[in-house]
């Protein structure tokens, strides 16, 4: 299977930025999809981007595109999760996920197999 371990997160002002890490081990990594997730407190747990295998194909979110930039580092194991201006509703706590299962590039967190333990990411106004 796969263990994943996210980095990263903290307190930051609005307009703000900070990078996520995800560092993976077991499965190879290049075999799976990478997704990012987050959840705040009463809501549901909800897309913010994915990357393919190879990291050809990339997706987001509506309200992070623009601000927001996933990417992987196959070499190293390792998934990022740029942000940039960031916004106080962008606060939660932020999983990055493995989809080996698909081709596509899947917005539903059912179709992920192995997720992270999270990391809290706070923006203050």
């Known amino acids: 299977q796969v263990q994943l371990v996210e980095s990263g997160g903290g307190l930051v002002q609005a307009g703000g930025s900070l990078r996520l890490s995800c560092a993976a081990s077991g499965r190879t990594f290049s075999s799976y999809n990478m997704g990012w997730f987050r959840q705040a407190p009463g809501k549901e747990r909800e897309f913010v981007a994915a990357?393919?295998?190879?990291?050809?194909?990339?997706r987001y979110a509506d309200s992070v595109k623009g601000r927001f930039t996933i990417s992987r580092d196959n070499a190293k194991n390792t998934g990022y999760l740029q942000m940039n201006s960031l916004k106080p509703e962008d606060t939660a706590v932020y999983y990055c996920?493995?989809?080996?299962?698909?081709?596509?590039?899947?917005?539903?967190?059912?179709?992920?197999?192995?997720w992270g333990q999270g990391t809290q990411v706070t923006v203050s106004s």
């Open positions: 990357i393919s295998r190879s990291g050809g194909r990339i």
């Open positions: 996920a493995a989809d080996w299962a698909h081709q596509t590039l899947s917005i539903w967190y059912r179709e992920y197999g192995s």
